[in-house]
């Protein structure tokens, strides 16, 4: 059922992801030209209990679709954790007569988002701004290309130098509670080693790999997801060196250079039509959920199950990288 909706407050959430103002844009622009006005929340949850609130125009969000980071800033709210300060940020919305909201983030948020609109009956739809792409209910997430983009130049990059001089190198990509960064770089990257948290690491396995791997290549590159069972690359380094030391061994840390610079086409579109379809969503009644992109169509997904069931490793990407020879 349709609902009346005239003031949609939006905000970004947790951990910066390339392709956030891009949905910020899509959601102040749609929204005006439904006949509504947009107001952008600044610092995530705790511009929502302080109040700081900006009216947005259309030619406020100009020129931002190629920015990576978020114009709108983003912040930890502890605070938001408490009933109380929820209360607050309640009272805030009424003051400034906001109607509805558009989060745009990761689980954490969409954990806050939840318990937030379940207390207040406030309408609230997600958009899934991470680079991890771990959230259920969507194919790929705001940010994620991006990030593939940037971890894989740099491993091209990488490579060059182990090349010229006979290195192993263990480069370790962001994905604190999923691979799919470090698998899809490792297998685009020709990765001999791709090690990830959702599979368990065999440490003499990798050496065995290497060790067979050495008589035929001139150097070496294992991909490490930071969320790894058996530690992050440097851990994992130190305990391969120490059973096979044949290559001259370095460790790089690719780091927060993933979640930052100018987002993909395929970021900026992705974000643009998950920024209108929350807008849409919210003017249809919907409520508690998450806007996504499943088998190229727009799905909503409701909170609790967007958290609680995060997005599946593709086996049949796994069986590719065992069969072009890559260890995982």
């Not at 302080?50 to 009216?55: A, D, I, K, L, T």
Request: hydrophobic share 40%.
């Amino acid at each position: 059922m349709a609902t009346s909706i005239q003031r949609i407050g939006v905000l970004t959430s947790g951990g910066d992801a390339p392709g956030m103002n891009a949905c910020v844009r899509a959601v102040v622009r749609s929204t005006i030209q439904r006949g509504g006005e947009a107001v952008g929340i600044l610092s995530g949850f705790e511009g929502l209990i302080e109040g700081y609130f900006r009216p947005l125009a259309a030619h406020d969000v100009s020129n931002i679709i190629q920015r990576g980071g978020t114009i709108l800033k983003s912040a930890r709210c502890p605070r938001f954790h408490e009933a109380e300060w929820r209360r607050i940020a309640r009272a805030r919305l009424s003051e400034a007569g906001i109607d509805a909201l558009v989060v745009v983030g990761g689980d954490g948020t969409f954990t806050g988002a939840k318990i937030f609109g379940e207390e207040h009956g406030f309408p609230i739809i997600g958009t899934p701004g991470t680079i991890d792409n771990d959230l259920f209910g969507t194919d790929f997430t705001i940010g994620y290309d991006t990030a593939l983009n940037t971890a894989l130049e740099a491993i091209d990059r990488i490579r060059d130098t182990a090349d010229s001089h006979n290195r192993l190198f263990f480069i370790e990509v962001m994905g604190r509670d999923a691979g799919f960064i470090a698998l899809n770089t490792g297998i685009a990257g020709g990765a001999e080693g791709i090690l990830i948290p959702e599979s368990k690491t065999d440490i003499d396995g990798l050496v065995r790999h290497l060790e067979n791997g050495h008589i035929t290549h001139s150097s070496s590159i294992v991909v490490v997801s930071e969320g790894d069972d058996e530690g992050g690359a440097l851990e994992i380094a130190a305990k391969v060196k120490e059973r096979f030391d044949k290559y001259d061994t370095r460790v790089t840390i690719i780091g927060h250079i993933q979640r930052g610079g100018s987002p993909t086409c395929a970021d900026r579109v992705l974000a643009t039509r998950l920024g209108v379809a929350a807008v849409e969503g919210l003017h249809q009644g919907k409520h508690g959920c998450m806007a996504g992109i499943q088998y190229r169509d727009v799905i909503y997904t409701p909170f609790e199950q967007a958290i609680k069931h995060h997005q599946a490793m593709n086996p049949g990407l796994l069986e590719l990288a065992q069969t072009l020879s890559c260890y995982y």
